[in-house]
C-alpha cells in the first residue's frame, strides 16, 4: 500500500524558478521525510519534519507539515539543472517507512 | 568510509532460479530495509529488520525471503515464487534511536530475468 502520494507526478520548470510539489498521506505518522533520486541511483535523504514540527528548512529546501490535512510540501527555491530529478516524501509509522510514487522534476536551460 | 554496499550492482537470472542480493552496512545501524522499485514507480516494502535474528513483511513479501543473522547484513532472496522480479532493488538502513531516523540507502541492484 501507498501511503503517500505526491502531486503532480511531473513538473518542468525554469531554472531559476521555484519548484513545488506537494505529499497527502491516510494515517498518522511519527515524521515525515523528502528523498531525491537521481535517475537509476539510490534514494538521497534530503530533509526530515516530525509530527510536533510546522516547517523546516535547509539551504534552498523548505518543508511544511500539515497533520490536520495529512499533508506536506517540499519547496525548492532557484531551482538549478542539478536538481533534475524524481522526489519522493516517506512516511514513517511504526518503524515502517512508506514511500509515495514521487514527482519527476526537469529544470529546462 | 561509512555506508551501504549492495552487490552485485546489476544481476541476470534465469527463470526458476533463486538469487540473493547482498547488503552490508558499517553504519551500526539497527534497522535494515528492502524495497522493490518498478520503472517510473515509487519503492514499495518488501521486508524490514530492527534487530537481529528478527524481520517482518512488507507490502509485497511474497516470492521473497530475508535472513537477519549479524547487524550489518541483510540479505535477500528472489525465489521461483516470484512471479515477476525483474525490477531495481534498494537496500536502507538507519538508527532507532532518536533523532536519529533518516534512512541512508545504497546504491541499488538491477535484476533482470531473462
Known amino acids: 500500500s501507498q501511503q503517500g502520494e505526491e502531486d503532480p507526478q511531473a513538473l518542468s520548470i525554469q531554472e531559476g524558478e521555484n519548484a513545488t510539489m506537494n505529499c497527502s498521506y491516510k494515517t498518522s505518522i511519527n515524521n515525515l521525510q523528502w528523498y531525491r533520486q537521481n535517475s537509476g541511483r539510490g534514494l538521497v535523504h534530503l530533509i526530515l519534519i516530525r509530527s510536533n514540527e510546522r516547517e523546516k528548512h535547509s539551504g534552498r529546501l523548505r518543508v511544511t507539515l500539515d497533520t490536520s490535512k495529512k499533508s506536506s510540501s517540499l519547496l525548492i527555491t532557484a531551482s538549478r539543472a542539478a536538481d533534475t530529478a524524481s522526489y519522493f516524501c516517506?512516511?514513517?509509522?511504526?518503524?515502517?517507512?512508506?514511500f509515495g510514487k514521487g514527482t519527476r522534476l526537469h529544470i529546462l536551460p | 568510509d561509512g555506508g551501504i554496499t549492495q552487490s552485485p550492482k546489476y544481476l541476470f537470472r534465469k527463470e526458476g532460479q533463486n538469487v540473493t542480493l547482498s547488503c552490508e552496512q558499517n553504519?551500526?545501524?539497527?534497522?535494515m530495509y528492502w524495497y522493490r522499485q518498478d520503472p517510473g514507480q515509487g519503492l514499495r516494502l518488501i521486508y524490514y529488520?530492527?534487530?537481529?535474528?528478527?524481520?517482518q513483511k512488507g507490502d509485497i513479501a511474497e516470492g521473497y525471503s530475508v535472513s537477519r543473522e549479524k547487524k550489518e547484513s541483510f540479505p535477500l532472496t528472489v525465489t521461483s515464487a516470484q512471479k515477476n522480479p525483474t525490477a531495481f532493488y534498494l537496500c536502507a538502513s538507519r538508527g532507532l534511536a532518536y533523532p536519529y531516523n533518516e534512512q541512508f540507502f545504497g546504491p541499488g541492484t538491477r535484476l533482470t530475468v531473462l
Open positions: 516517506a512516511t514513517d509509522r511504526d518503524d515502517k517507512i512508506i
Open positions: 553504519l551500526n545501524h539497527d534497522a
Open positions: 529488520s530492527q534487530i537481529v535474528n528478527d524481520f
